[in-house]
């Protein structure tokens, strides 16, 4: 059972153009959503992350809106660079728990010149 | 520098010797975590650890093992290595609620041959 799912599992953008990767959850108990960056031959590096409080956050061309009653976050890439080319794994974890981060499956994504 | 090391970044090796994977932190973390991850595809957490002396399997089922004798060191070992155990390693460590975020070392790329 797998407990975020990630869409679309693989996403080839135009430069300039925005990047969208989804998320859903079914723990409600979840209460803080990262999202990870990887580039090949590296591990994952943390790039934005945020908790159920706000709907949305933004930092630089990277924002996360998250909708709480649907149980969806999503990850924005705006004006989309061939240097954002990477896969991308959102997560979750559950407060107070010790729980570890649930990550969903990665998306590729390819920005063409 | 606060920081996660992966030793060695590649290894090709033949069937049916034993390696031990390195992994390092400086950062105090008291959770430790190993991933399998083929190039660019889903993470499978193989093995965490909450603190010294603790060692857990993780979601996918793994022949390697690992022990934790001090914070900072989580090596992982193969008795026999099988070409079936080529892929990427990554090691990974957090403060003991996972909200906090994950810092994933570079990995290590396995090729059994």
């Known amino acids: 059972q797998q407990q975020v799912k990630q869409s679309p599992q693989s996403l080839i953008v135009q430069k300039g153009g925005i990047s969208i990767i989804n998320c859903a959850y079914e723990n409600t108990a979840f209460d803080y959503f990262p999202w990870y960056q990887q580039f090949p031959g590296k591990g994952p590096a943390l790039l934005i992350a945020?908790?159920?409080?706000?709907s949305e956050k933004k930092e630089g061309r990277f924002t996360i809106s998250f909708n709480k009653s649907a149980k969806q976050f999503s990850l924005h890439i705006m004006d989309s660079q061939p240097g954002d080319s990477a896969t991308y794994f959102c997560?979750?974890?559950?407060?107070?728990?010790?729980?570890?981060?649930?990550f969903g499956k990665g998306t590729k994504l390819s920005v063409k010149p | 520098e606060a920081d996660i090391y992966q030793t060695p970044r590649y290894l090709v090796i033949g069937t049916g010797k034993k390696i031990t994977l390195e992994c390092s932190q400086t950062?105090?973390?008291?959770?430790m975590y190993w991933y399998q991850q083929d190039p660019g595809m889903e993470l499978h957490l193989i093995h965490y650890s909450y603190g010294v002396n603790s060692t857990e399997k993780g979601d996918l089922s793994s022949e390697s093992t690992v022990s934790r004798i001090r914070t900072e060191h989580f090596p992982l070992t193969l008795e026999s290595a099988r070409p079936s155990h080529t892929s990427q390693y990554l090691c990974?460590?957090?403060?003991?609620?996972?909200?906090?975020?994950?810092?994933f070392g570079s990995g290590t790329r396995l090729t059994v041959v």
């Open positions: 990974a460590s957090s403060e003991y609620w996972a909200g906090n975020g994950y810092t």
């Open positions: 945020i908790r159920p409080d706000v």
């Open positions: 950062m105090g973390h008291d959770k």
């Open positions: 997560a979750a974890a559950a407060r107070g728990s010790q729980g570890n981060l649930i």
